[in-house]
């Protein structure tokens, strides 16, 4: 496929920008059942509805006491903040589990969410990133992450950033306007109106690009737009349903940022 009108229509583009969970990377199956396996080969057996009912409990409890993973809690890390959320989530379950195997098991957990045992690459993302790097375009990432990010995507060899840009390292989570500004700097002082934010999220993603003055696209939307009653709020012309489609429509359609 050509690549002439993808550089056309990203002409005015010099900084292309990626959320990662759900844009690039999706689990390779549900935490809760990670979690059971990790449960299991310590000999204890848990319900899978019943650890995710307590992890998503527990995560929002742990976003609220200590928001951005640990980010503001002095003396707390990032794996910190999971080594007490997996502790919570099973001892709610379990409180027969003994501290020190909690531990482990926490330490396993993380280990695992580091490589291809938990991600598998969206269908599209290596060409996608490819053919926007041929052209010229700097290309980075923006995910509301803890700092494990970059190791995470040098484990399932995805094609190199020129920044990544996660909300622990940064400071702030989208939406705010001050990750944005921030991957301004990184990718070499561009402008806002020369960005372009590629995400699944409408609120975090989409909303936060362009309320910070960019282009943005939503692929792979984890909202309903049909929801949404302003319908001003979004292009349709920007939502795709696939990473593959919008490529496609990069290498063969008009599109205006």
């Known amino acids: 496929m050509s690549s002439g009108k993808l550089i056309k229509n990203l002409r005015h583009i010099r900084l292309v920008t990626f959320d990662i969970t759900g844009t690039l990377l999706n ?3 549900s935490p809760s059942e990670q979690y059971v396996d990790v449960a299991e080969s310590f000999g204890y057996t848990i319900p899978a509805a019943l650890l995710s009912a307590s992890f998503i409990r527990e995560y929002k409890i742990m976003e609220k006491r200590h928001p951005n993973y640990g980010k503001t809690t002095y003396g707390m890390t990032y794996m910190d903040w999971w080594r007490v959320l997996v502790a919570n989530t099973f001892l709610k379950c379990n409180g027969n589990i003994p501290k020190d195997e909690l531990l482990t098991i926490a330490n396993e957990l993380i280990k695992q969410f580091k490589t291809e045992t938990s991600w598998v690459l969206v ?10 790097k041929e052209a010229g375009i700097s290309v980075g990432v923006i995910s509301n992450f803890d ?3 970059e190791e995470i995507l040098k484990n399932m060899k995805l094609p190199e950033f020129d920044f990544v840009l996660s909300s622990y390292n940064c400071g702030a989570t ?3 306007p001050q990750i944005f500004q921030t991957a301004l700097k990184l990718g070499g002082n561009v402008k806002p109106h020369q960005s372009l934010h590629i995400g699944d999220t409408f609120e975090l993603d989409y909303l936060g690009a362009k309320n910070a ?3 943005a696209v939503l692929v792979n939307p984890s909202n309903d737009l049909s929801e949404i009653s302003d319908h ?4 349709d012309n920007h939502v795709f349903q696939t990473l593959n489609l919008f490529l496609n429509s990069l290498l063969n359609d008009n599109i205006k940022f």
């Open 213 to 215: 003055g960019w282009s």
């Open 147 to 149: 700092g494990s990010l």
């Open 232 to 235: 001003r709020m979004y292009n």
């Open 123 to 132: 269908d599209g993302t290596v060409e996608l990133i490819t053919k926007i």
């Open 27 to 29: 689990f390779r199956r």
């Open 174 to 176: 989208k939406p705010h």
